[in-house]
């Protein structure tokens, strides 16, 4: 009787979100935002129709079950994140990696692939559990942490792609820098410079370089948005780039020699890493060395000597 009405409640619940979750999908019960009504007044000339656009893309391969339930999960995400305070550190990482996805949208896939490592951990485990193998206990503690693992696996890679685009904005920027140098050297503004730099140039730190450019188009002065590029990035090159040309506007001071100067520290920067890498290398090579090549020389050498000692020749 008690497992009649278990599953009586079971399925009652399961019926009861799928309702739910058909109903908050009815636009009479999701009203527009502002911002949405706003949006169609404030498109520019360009506008294309909508029936050209591809189909939405989806984070996982359920299609319309993603669909429904992803408006759903971003409002528990957005209200969740009122009480994370890394949400403003996320916001700064994302915008370090060069994505223009929202806080909300990363959590959701933060917890999207959480799902997966749980659902993938679960039917592992289960299948375990019925052949014997595993016990509760255990089990229960592989699938959460397979879950949690899963979630941090997403920041991780998060960390991955700021670090090589850091690098890759770190490789180009003597070669911008001195291209700076040459326009500014030219009679060109340093907002010139930069427009020359974004036309000739093809590459994360140049995209950076757009984006401040049109900050400036905007309205902002250049000095504000290269303060912002600055604060973006945090690298410590571009931040003395940024803070060596404020002091060239301000004070006066040639920017053509700033500007090939700091370029030759990021090449002395990269030539010392690329020493200190090279000395750790060595270092390494020094373990297979002395526990695998030079044990089997030793004994090459000394081997056909304790075998003659031993026949008595």
Do not use: H
């Amino acid at each position: 009787m008690m497992d009649q009405q278990a599953l009586a409640t079971l399925i009652g619940a399961s019926l009861g979100v799928g309702l739910w979750l058909l109903l908050v999908r009815v636009p009479f019960f999701r009203p527009p935002r502002f911002v949405d009504r706003v949006a169609p007044q404030l498109k520019s000339v360009g506008v294309r129709s909508r029936l050209l656009d591809g189909p939405p893309s989806t984070l996982s391969p359920f299609g319309p079950i993603e669909r429904i339930a992803r408006p759903v999960l971003n409002d528990v995400v957005r209200w969740l994140g009122r009480f994370n305070p890394g949400s403003a550190a996320l916001a700064r990482r994302l915008s370090q990696a060069g994505q223009e996805r929202q806080v909300a949208d990363f959590r959701a896939e933060q917890i999207l692939w959480a799902a997966i490592g749980l659902g993938a951990s679960t039917l592992l485990m289960v299948f375990l559990a019925l052949s014997g193998s595993i016990d509760p206990l255990p089990a229960v503690a592989i699938v959460g942490g397979c879950t949690v693992g899963c979630y941090v696996l997403r920041d991780y890679f998060l960390s991955v792609q700021i670090r090589r685009r850091e690098t890759r904005m770190l490789a180009e920027f003597p070669s911008l820098a001195e291209l700076m140098a040459l326009a500014v050297s030219a009679g060109e503004s340093a907002t010139g410079a930069l427009e020359r730099i974004c036309r000739t140039s093809n590459g994360e730190l140049s995209r950076e370089f757009e984006r401040v450019l049109a900050e400036t188009r905007a309205g902002s002065p250049l000095m504000t948005a290269l303060q912002e590029f600055s604060n973006r990035t945090r690298l410590t090159p571009l931040v003395r780039f940024v803070d060596g040309i404020t002091v060239a506007v301000q004070r006066g001071t040639p920017l053509a020699d700033v500007l090939r100067a700091q370029a030759q520290d990021v090449r002395d920067v990269s030539k010392r890493e690329l020493m200190e890498a090279a000395g750790k290398k060595e270092i390494a090579m020094m373990v297979p060395l002395v526990f695998g090549v030079l044990p089997l020389t030793v004994l090459f050498a000394v081997y056909p000597g304790i075998a003659l000692i031993s026949l008595g020749l």
